[in-house]
């Protein structure tokens, strides 16, 4: 129970000082369950997903290591792929997220310079290819 005091004008004054009145107010909070005379135990019960789904892109970095190896990045994004699924293992969420963060950085660059340097390849040898088929025009 918790026991306030407030203060309460009971009438306007005219030029007098007011009066004050002390009202006591209690609140009581009813608790649900049990009897109000046995001692109640309060528990608050917490879900907690058992494994936290973390992407650990290992099948895209080995994917980027076997054929969009530009400069070793899908190598990279390969070995930091399995430290962010060793970290998974240990139960470690946040470096596993941080790994894997940064594993899906590096195969995302892997992925979009092979792609350019692979067109920009394409696009050299067909201009060679036409110049070479006229060489005096």
Known sequence: MNHTSQAFLTSPSGGHPPNYERIKEEYEVAEMGGPHGSTSVRTTVINMPREVAVPDHVVWSLFNTLFFNFCCL????????????????????????????????????????SIFTAVITIIVVVFFAVSASHPYT
């Open 74 to 113: 899908g190598f990279i994004a390969y070995a930091y792929s399995v430290k962010s699924r060793d970290r998974k293992m240990v139960g470690d969420v946040t470096g596993a997220q941080t790994y894997a963060s940064t594993a899906k950085c590096l195969n995302i660059s892997a992925l979009v310079l």
